[in-house]
C-alpha cells in the first residue's frame, strides 16, 4: 500500500513545553488516530526541528493517504481544517489552523 496523499501540518509550542508536546502527540493523539482504522491511512510521521527560533520549536506531522477520499473519511468535508485535541492544544504555542495537502509523485528508498 502506498500513499498517494501527505497531509502535512505544523505546530510550534515554547521550549519548555517542547517535550510535553512531544509525549502528547506520540503517546496519545497519533495512536488516536491510528485506532480508528480509517481506511487507506498509511501512517504517521511527526518530526521536531533541532532549531529553536523566537524562543519556538516547530513540529512538523505528516499523515499519509491512499487518497483525498481517504483524508475526508479522517476529517469529513472540511478536511483541510487541523485536527488538534484539547491536550495537544493546551501544550502548543500556536499551530497551523489548516493542514496543506500534497499529492506524492514518486516514492524513492
Same mark, same amino acid.
Given at each position: 500500500?502506498?500513499?498517494?496523499?501527505? %497531509? /502535512? *501540518?505544523?505546530? *510550534? $509550542? $515554547?521550549?519548555?513545553?517542547?517535550?510535553?508536546? =512531544?509525549?502528547? +502527540?506520540?503517546?496519545?493523539?497519533?495512536?488516536?488516530? !491510528?485506532? %480508528? =482504522?480509517?481506511?487507506?491511512?498509511?501512517?504517521?510521521?511527526?518530526? %521536531?526541528?533541532?532549531? /529553536?527560533?523566537?524562543?519556538?520549536?516547530? #513540529? $512538523? $506531522?505528516?499523515? *499519509? #493517504?491512499?487518497?483525498?477520499?481517504?483524508? %475526508?473519511? #479522517?476529517?469529513?468535508?472540511?478536511?483541510? =481544517?487541523?485536527? +488538534?485535541?484539547?491536550?495537544?492544544?493546551? +501544550? !502548543?504555542?500556536? #499551530?497551523?489552523?489548516?493542514?496543506?495537502? !500534497?499529492? /506524492? !509523485?514518486?516514492?524513492?528508498?
Amino acid at each position: 500500500m502506498k500513499a498517494s496523499v501527505a %497531509r /502535512v *501540518w505544523h505546530g *510550534w $509550542t $515554547t521550549v519548555e513545553n517542547a517535550d510535553a508536546y =512531544q509525549a502528547v +502527540v506520540e503517546g496519545e493523539v497519533i495512536p488516536g488516530i !491510528l485506532k %480508528r =482504522q480509517i481506511p487507506g491511512l498509511v501512517g504517521a510521521h511527526v518530526m %521536531r526541528s533541532e532549531l /529553536v527560533e523566537n524562543e519556538e520549536v516547530e #513540529f $512538523t $506531522t505528516i499523515i *499519509w #493517504f491512499e487518497s483525498l477520499d481517504n483524508v %475526508r473519511d #479522517f476529517m469529513g468535508e472540511d478536511y483541510r =481544517q487541523a485536527h +488538534v485535541p484539547e491536550n495537544a492544544r493546551a +501544550v !502548543l504555542k500556536r #499551530f497551523d489552523p489548516e493542514a496543506e495537502h !500534497l499529492h /506524492v !509523485l514518486s516514492y524513492l528508498s
